[in-house]
T-cell receptor, first 114, second 109 residues
């Protein structure tokens, strides 16, 4: 069974631009969560989607948004990029939302904002 | 607000040693606790998942325990190997997943 895939793996953008990252969950998984990882803040929860609905959202500004499609694939978008958005963005999938489900992570997208 | 702390932040041991990594959390109302491994610049690999009703889980040379009442978990690694060198993260799940800052483990040959 294929794992969680994320595209692109690396991305370089300049301040003010916007970016879209994609995540394909493990087949059969319906929940996708997104995380931001930086050296200073560690891993922080962005949002979780389940059945095309945002189920939970972390403490990030409105520039960060996401969506989930009917095939459970998810995208996250960051508008008006800032230098501080440079990070490793990880997505994780699980069978169902919340509850005691194991999360499986993708390899991440490394975003660099210049 | 749930806070997760991992001690030590870094650990260096010679090959073959048994070692313990610690994780503490402030709110005992959790669904589960998960231990992950992360290699530099890579994603997270799930090692062990302990449900809130469980006390421990084992996989090969790894054993994780959970004491919800005291807000603690430990990851025990037996007979460490250089290939175990990585950052180990614990995370607790309720409405969302909260991560510790990790323990960077180096196992020297």
């Amino acid at each position: 069974k294929a794992g969680v895939t994320q595209t692109p793996r690396y991305l370089i953008k300049t301040r003010g631009q916007q970016v879209t990252l994609s995540c394909s969950p493990i087949s059969g998984h319906r929940s996708v969560s997104w995380y931001q990882q930086t050296p200073g803040q560690g891993l922080q929860f962005l949002f979780e989607y389940f059945s095309e609905t945002q189920r939970n959202k972390g403490n990030f500004p409105g520039r960060f948004s996401g969506r989930q499609f009917s095939n459970s694939r998810s995208e996250m978008n960051v508008s008006t990029l800032e230098l501080g958005d440079s990070a490793l963005y990880l997505c994780a999938s699980s069978l169902l939302a919340g509850d005691p489900n194991e999360q499986f992570f993708g390899p991440g997208t490394r975003l660099t904002v210049l | 607000k749930q806070e997760v702390t991992q001690i030590p932040a870094a650990l260096s041991v010679p090959e073959g040693e048994n070692l313990v990594l610690n994780c503490s959390f402030t709110d005992s109302a959790i669904y589960n606790l998960q231990w992950f491994r992360q290699d530099p610049g890579k994603g997270l690999t799930s090692l062990l998942l302990i449900q809130s009703s469980q006390r421990e889980q084992t996989s090969g040379r790894l054993n994780a325990s959970l004491d919800k009442s005291s807000g603690r978990s430990t990851l025990y690694i037996a007979a460490s190997q250089p290939g175990d060198s990585a950052t180990y993260l614990c995370a607790v799940a309720l409405d969302d997943m909260r991560f510790g800052a990790g323990t960077r483990l180096t196992v020297k040959p």
